[in-house]
């Protein structure tokens, strides 16, 4: 699998289901939330903004994409609404490596360039350095409709997790 192939497969709505530990609180949280990724044109004036902005030619990037969502935990009453621009960026010399442009990262509410990879057995490995933390998360396909998405935010100096969580997705079907 490639990077081109990875977003393919995710462009569509999803249903998430994601649990999280927070250390730091001792808290565990439910998140149940609606996901829509779809397919951005390299052309389109986020994507050149954002390539721009990392100082990155526009013609470098494939399959841009946004991603929204929306979701309840049961942690607060507070809807969790966003959306992200993504952007990667193939290592030309290595088409399972590159990074992840992103103008609203996962761990820090700032742009955000992460390194990817993807493994042998098709998980996507995405590695995101903030200022005050690091991300890590990895995805993968169970079946076309079915993906799991497990990640880790540690410690800027990566000597202590903060929050882990677990995610399955199930892609939202068409009804007849």
């Not at 959306?83 to 290592?91: A, H, K």
């Not at 742009?111 to 990895?138: C, K, S």
């Amino acid at each position: 699998m490639d990077i081109t192939q990875f977003v393919s497969s995710s462009i569509g709505q999803w249903k998430s289901q994601r649990s999280a530990h927070h250390m730091i609180f001792s808290h565990f949280e439910a998140v149940r939330s609606a996901i829509d990724i779809v397919a951005l044109t390299p052309d389109n004036p986020a994507v050149i903004e954002l390539c721009q902005a990392y100082d990155i030619d526009p013609s470098q990037a494939v399959v841009p994409f946004q991603m929204s969502w929306e979701g309840e935990s049961d942690w607060n009453d507070e809807v969790l609404k966003g959306s992200t621009i993504l952007v990667p960026i193939p290592d030309p010399n290595s088409p399972d490596r590159g990074q992840l442009l992103r103008d609203r990262g996962y761990a820090e509410t700032m742009a955000a360039a992460a390194r990817y990879h993807i493994t042998e057995d098709g998980v996507f490995v995405l590695i995101t350095e903030y200022n005050r933390a690091a991300a890590e998360e990895r995805i993968w396909f169970v079946n076309p409709n079915l993906r799991f998405r497990v990640s880790t935010i540690k410690t800027s100096d990566g000597t202590g997790v903060v929050t882990a969580s677990f995610s399955s997705e199930l892609r939202a079907m068409a009804t007849p």
